[in-house]
């Protein structure tokens, strides 16, 4: 079954850093990975995904993401945080079997603090 | 171009009551999914409609059902509410056949159970 993992409840940077949210998957042939951010009592927004290609992908808001196989990660990246960038992040797979079936992680807490 | 919407935002039920929740999809989209978000987690995938019939269902109890309407709109019901159905319903919207599994996502229904 696919599954992915956010090993961090919650990540903390100054403004102006770089950020990093780790995001590792499980899956059986090839990954079909996402990231989606939520505000407080707000729906997903999708940020970006990974297909196929290159393994640096480009999304929404600033927001890179590196696939690599070898360590089945999918890491979200910024070289400058905002403050407003502070959210929950979901990473996500695309279920082998079920078209727009998403298996999420359980969430990252990012807070950037000014 | 009106993007995915839901209602009610919010509403309060009692234990064993019934609750319809609805969503219209983003315009040009003709499947809606629907997912449930415990507090602290991920959303899970609760089924899938497209053509006005369920075509993929996560594992959900039969107390969970839905419909889609003609013009792609849907619902989803739940009998016999229980505490642990308390949670944010997130609809998200795709159009079958195409795009990579990127889905768009209402702001969701935040049910409380009483």
């Known amino acids: 079954a696919q599954s992915v993992a956010q090993p961090e409840d919650q990540v903390n940077v100054a403004e102006g850093n770089p950020l990093t949210v780790k995001c590792t998957y499980s899956?059986?042939?090839?990954?079909?990975l996402f990231w989606y951010v939520q505000y407080p009592n707000r729906g997903l927004q999708f940020l970006l995904k990974?297909?196929?290609?290159?393994?640096l992908v480009k999304g929404s808001y600033g927001f890179e993401a590196e696939f690599n196989k070898s360590q089945t990660s999918f890491h979200l990246k910024k070289p400058s945080a905002l403050v407003s960038d502070s959210a929950l992040y979901f990473c996500?797979?695309?279920?082998?079997?079920?078209?727009?079936?998403?298996?999420f992680g359980a969430g990252t807490i990012l807070r950037v603090k000014s | 171009d009106a993007g995915v919407t839901q209602s009610p935002t919010h509403l309060i039920k009692t234990r064993g009551q019934q609750v319809t929740l609805r969503c219209s999809p983003k315009s040009g989209h003709d499947t809606v999914s629907w997912y449930q978000q415990a507090l602290g987690q991920g959303p899970q995938f609760i089924f899938q409609?497209?053509?006005?019939?369920e075509r993929q269902r996560g594992n959900f109890p039969d107390r969970f059902s839905g419909h889609q309407f003609p013009n792609y709109s849907s619902e989803l019901n739940v009998n016999a509410l229980l505490l642990g159905d308390s949670a944010l319903y997130l609809c998200?919207?795709?159009?079958w056949g195409g795009g990579t599994g990127e889905l768009f996502f209402g702001e969701g229904s935040r049910l409380t159970v009483l």
């Open positions: 996500a797979v695309r279920d082998s079997l079920h078209r727009d079936k998403l298996v």
């Open positions: 899956v059986s042939g090839n990954p079909y």
């Open positions: 409609y497209y053509e006005e019939e």
């Open positions: 998200a919207s795709s159009l």
């Open positions: 990974y297909i196929t290609g290159d393994n």
